[in-house]
């Protein structure tokens, strides 16, 4: 109810009056059953700007902290991810990875479009990192497409650290449905979630137009801020 109050009527119409997304490739997200769409993350805005063009309800998998933080502003922000039907998955440890995939699959389980930003956590800098391979994994094991989606623009108005977004136009693209049948039944096969996931990630790349990291963006936060240069050097991948 508050989901499709707050889509439909208090902050959807504001959010495409302000930013006038410019939507291509709906067509590619399926009317109904399950299904993962699987998107870059630039931006805290990009937790707003995809629902609200989407035809359907999706589900992301937000991370435990928007649910916990202190304060007035931190339980409004749990309230909201709550009404809005958003999963508050716990990164940190050995099981992290796994309660995820869990959650996801209950999602997928019910018929049901699951959001995932396989990065596992936002672009500090605009370009693309290494997927994780859980989204391989819960399209393997749910038997579902994967419907990639690149934000474009979204970095530009509200980079992280920034509160207030920039009043600029985006663009939200779909890539048309990855089916990945021929894997059924592969979910042990480490090479294989790999290359699933790799194929998720130039599909994203595609549509996005960005710089790639062959490393994980979590790893390559921790050496930059510990003033280390990280192993691999980025290639990038033009439209």
Not at 181 to 208: C, Q
């Amino acid at each position: 109810m508050f989901y499709h109050l707050m889509k439909h009527v208090l902050l959807g119409p504001l959010l495409r009056l302000l930013f006038r997304p410019r939507i291509e490739g709906l067509e590619h997200v399926p009317d109904e059953g399950a299904a993962i769409v699987a998107g870059n993350h630039l931006s805290f805005s990009d937790h707003f700007l995809m629902p609200v063009v989407l035809d359907r309800r999706i589900t992301f998998l937000a991370k435990q902290e928007y649910f916990t933080g202190p304060g007035i502003k931190g339980r409004l922000t749990a309230a909201f991810f709550r009404a809005a039907g958003q999963i508050p998955v716990d990164r940190s440890g050995k099981e992290a990875g796994q309660a995820a995939i869990r959650e996801g699959l209950g999602v997928l389980g019910k018929g049901e479009l699951l959001g995932i930003y396989p990065e596992g956590t936002r672009s500090h800098d605009g370009r693309l990192y290494k997927g994780k391979v859980g989204v391989a994994v819960m399209a393997l094991t749910a038997g579902v497409p994967v419907v990639p989606c690149a934000m474009v623009g979204t970095f530009e108005i509200q980079p992280p650290g920034k509160v207030v977004p920039r009043i600029r136009r985006v663009t939200i693209r779909f890539g048309a449905p990855l089916d990945f049948s021929r894997f059924a039944g592969s979910t042990d096969e480490r090479a294989v979630v790999r290359a699933v996931t790799d194929e998720i990630m130039y599909e994203i790349l595609r549509l996005s137009g960005q710089e790639y990291v062959d490393e994980y963006a979590a790893v390559v936060k921790a050496a930059e801020a510990g003033d280390e240069v990280p192993a691999r050097k980025f290639r990038r991948r033009e439209r």
